[in-house]
């Protein structure tokens, strides 16, 4: 009888640095562009050979069906050789426009390929599973823009950067977000202004167009948005489209601990 071992898998967050939904396509997605920063905020995924393939989950729970958790989804799709059981410790909570569902897929692609296909097949192979996922195939800070599928490398470092989220309980579905937006053209190109202005100062040119809707929706969030302003970000935001906010500060910044809202402490994978 073999002896299996369990591989565990830290799949990351990542946020959004401006979101602009530019317009409509002809098969009801949208062209959007967006810069993605993978940061260290993490699922944990239990794997290992089994009889059969199974999941399991714990920590935040996640609603609706098993079957239509990206992780099964990723197996049905690579068919791999052998049956895994697989045990999701989720921690990246679900509807925050964080990507926990889709950085979950892709290092678990990631683990099944084992190099077989090279880093482009595999990033056109995750396209089949999520608009995120070939994101999180390479997870390092991208342009990225078309249907979210289509990235450009992106020169920015926030290396010594301290980045602080807060989530509120309430969350925004994807779809509900897309069918509450009007797509319009940005008055600014975010790929120049990231690359060629101060961090202190994007917040006079980048913006995600989700806010509007989100914060008409939830009304906590632009308490959240002013209390991280207020403890000193030099950019705030919400990521993705919603609901968690972020903050970017300087790695040195002491921030006073507020037992109004729990802060998650993280900063950007380089």
């Known amino acids: 009888r073999p002896i299996w071992f369990s591989m565990l898998i830290y799949p990351n967050a990542k946020i959004n640095i ?57 197996i049905r799709k690579f068919k791999p050789n052998t049956n895994y059981k697989i045990h999701l410790h989720k921690i990246i909570p679900i509807g925050s426009g964080l990507g926990g569902g889709s950085s979950d897929a892709s290092f678990l692609l990631n683990y099944l390929n084992n190099k077989k296909m090279s880093k482009k097949e ?24 078309g249907t979210g599928e289509e990235m450009k490398d992106i020169n920015i470092d926030l290396n010594d950067k301290k980045i602080v989220i807060i989530i509120p309980e309430k969350s925004i579905s994807t779809i509900e977000a897309y069918n509450n937006i009007r797509p319009k053209k940005p008055k600014f190109k975010l790929k120049e202004i990231l690359e060629n202005e101060p961090l202190e100062k994007w917040k006079n040119f980048i913006k995600n167009d989700f806010e509007t809707y989100a914060f008409s929706k939830i009304k906590e969030l632009k308490n959240i948005k002013n209390h991280i302003n207020r403890l000193g970000a030099q950019f705030v935001s919400m990521t993705g489209s919603g609901s968690a906010i972020y903050g970017i500060f300087n790695n040195n910044s002491s921030i006073k601990d507020n037992k109004k809202y729990n802060l998650i402490i993280s900063k950007v994978i380089s």
Do not use: A, M, W
Request: glycine share 6%; with cysteine.
């Open 122 to 145: 595999l990033i056109n192979f995750s396209k089949k599973i999520g608009s995120d996922c070939p994101f999180f195939i390479e997870n390092k800070n991208k342009y990225v823009f």
């Open 18 to 74: 401006g979101l602009n939904i530019i317009s409509r396509r002809n098969d009801g997605f949208h062209n959007i562009e967006s810069c993605f920063c993978p940061i260290s905020f993490q699922d944990i995924i239990e794997i290992k050979p089994s009889n059969y393939t199974s999941l399991t989950t714990s920590g935040i729970k996640i609603p609706g069906n098993i079957n239509d958790n990206l992780i099964l989804k990723t």
